[in-house]
Nanobody, 131 residues
Framework: QVRLVESGGGSVEAGGSLTLSCKAS???????????LGWFRQAPGKGREGVAA???????KYADSVKGRFTAVQDRTKDTLYLQMNSLKPEDTAMYFC??????????????????????WGQGTQVSVSS
């Protein structure tokens, strides 16, 4: 069974930086290359929002709200996805989740209903940004 474990959350002041990591494990033999990883976030009282994802060509998709500030990088040799978050804002405060999806489904983007397409989820890591 695929397992995703996030780390790296914390509390920072506005303008600060954090790096999140997501370690994937448990893929069946030969299956890892068919799956892509992404980041979602959920603030209190709000729905789950797609933040970034990396396809199997290394190309990234970002939510408009984080473009230019966040960078997602996947190291497939380590089955690990990173999210470098710079220029953090209070509105970035949320629980951040790593999620896995069949790479072909990334063609539909990270917009509405994107979370429904991701089959595997981590437990989340909290990011809090104070003003």
């Amino acid at each position: 069974q695929v397992r995703l474990v996030e780390s790296g959350g914390g509390s920072v002041e506005a303008g600060g930086s954090l790096t999140l990591s997501c370690k994937a494990s448990g893929y069946s033999a030969g299956a890892a290359s068919a799956y892509c990883l992404g980041w979602f976030r959920q603030a209190p009282g709000k729905g789950r929002e797609g933040v970034a994802a990396v396809d199997n060509n290394g190309m990234t998709k970002y939510a408009d709200s984080v473009k230019g500030r966040f960078t997602a990088v996947q190291d497939r040799t380590k089955d690990t996805l990173y999210l470098q978050m710079n220029s953090l804002k209070p509105e970035d405060t949320a629980m951040y989740f790593c999620a896995g999806v069949r790479c072909a489904l990334l063609d539909y983007g990270l917009g509405t209903a994107a979370a429904d397409r991701f089959a595997y989820w981590g437990q989340g890591t909290q990011v809090s940004v104070s003003s």
